[in-house]
């Protein structure tokens, strides 16, 4: 605190210059811009040792050196703002970049949208005022919508490519040739074994994925001997009926000779996991009463399968099959 002798032997004009210098001291402490919480606590701490000062001084010349000493120390503390500030607005112009150069990537540099996003966010480095800001800004906005509705427009034309190969592939194996001269199978109403050839020829020639599935119905010939062939065919008939109701109907299936059946399957799984699903068909409970003879006979059926992708040359499938069902390849077998 000023000193009573001091204050007495002060002038008016000094004690003018006091409040002055005192006015100045306060206002410049409580009125500055607070960008930077620890810069603000130092220059806070700055202005609080002038005042601790200005409280011993009473002469003009100390007083107008306080006055000068302020206005130094409030130059510096904007100083540091101001260079804060660019480096601010450096980090935000990297951020804009950062963003502009991923969005591009994400929908191409070749689109409209994407080019004028580029040019923006090279003009962000040299806008010099609050209004070339906001003009900019009004124009990312705009090029942000039209860049958006680009990428979303992208991504519907992809969705209906991918909706396109789907059904393409989906209806793979419903186009597998099945049509031969031949009639139909009596028993299961299904194709025969020139058909199942001629599909199998046709899907080799074309690269096209199939796995084949021969399967044997066991017990037939010993039930044909015991009860007669019409329980046998039924056997065979209850057989194929299972099977179509748990296959795809992508799935083609044909009489191949005696018990045997085969199924063209068009999968994408690997072989391991079609090899699984076909197990979990074949175990499945699966009986049928017959009457004969005036009585009642509950038959089991049950069958063996054998699972391969199907690969050129036709002639080393058609083997794999004949060695599995127990019968000579048939004649004219493509190579």
């Known amino acids: 605190m000023l000193s009573l002798k001091n204050f007495l032997n002060a002038s008016e004009s000094e004690v003018a210059l006091r409040k002055v210098v005192s006015l100045l001291i306060e206002k410049i402490g409580s009125a500055a811009v607070k960008a930077d919480g620890k810069e603000h606590a130092d220059f806070c701490i700055e202005m609080n040792d002038l005042r601790d000062r200005l409280a011993a001084e009473v002469s003009s010349e100390n007083l107008l050196i306080m006055a000068g000493s302020t206005v130094q120390t409030m130059e510096n ?36 949208s994407a080019q004028r996003l580029q040019e923006i966010g090279n003009h962000f480095e040299k806008a010099g005022s609050l209004d070339d800001l906001k003009a900019l800004k009004a124009h990312l906005g705009e090029c942000l919508n039209s860049f958006r509705e680009e990428v ?74 015991r009860f007669g062939f019409e329980v046998g065919d039924r056997m065979l008939l209850t057989f194929k ?4 109701r748990h296959l795809s109907r992508k799935d083609k299936l044909f009489r191949w000779e005696g018990p ?18 076909i197990r979990r068909i074949l ?49 004219n077998t493509a190579a």
């Open 77 to 112: 503390y904007n100083l540091r703002m101001s260079t804060l500030i660019r480096k601010q607005a450096a980090e935000l112009q990297s951020v804009i970049g950062m963003v502009t150069e991923t969005a591009v990537k994400i929908g191409g540099e070749a689109t409209r």
């Open 152 to 225: 979303e427009r992208q991504k519907r034309e992809s969705d209906s490519a991918i909706q396109s190969l789907q059904r393409q592939v989906g209806q793979t194996a419903a186009e597998i040739p099945v049509t031969s001269n031949d009639p139909p199978d009596p028993i299961t109403g299904l194709p025969c074994r020139p058909s199942a050839l001629q599909a199998m020829q046709a899907a080799a020639e074309t690269g096209m994925r199939l796995y084949v599935v021969a399967m044997v119905v066991k017990g037939v010939q010993s039930v044909n001997t």
């Open 241 to 244: 009926d299972n099977l179509q």
């Open 260 to 277: 045997a059946i085969i199924a063209l399957m068009d999968r994408p799984e690997p072989v391991g996991q079609v090899r699984t699903q």
């Open 283 to 331: 175990d499945g409970r699966l009986e049928q009463n017959f009457t004969v003879d005036g009585r009642s006979v509950l038959i089991p059926i049950h069958a063996d399968f054998l699972i391969f992708p199907l690969m050129p040359p036709m002639s080393q499938a058609v083997r794999q099959i004949q060695k599995f069902v127990g019968g000579p390849a048939p004649v």
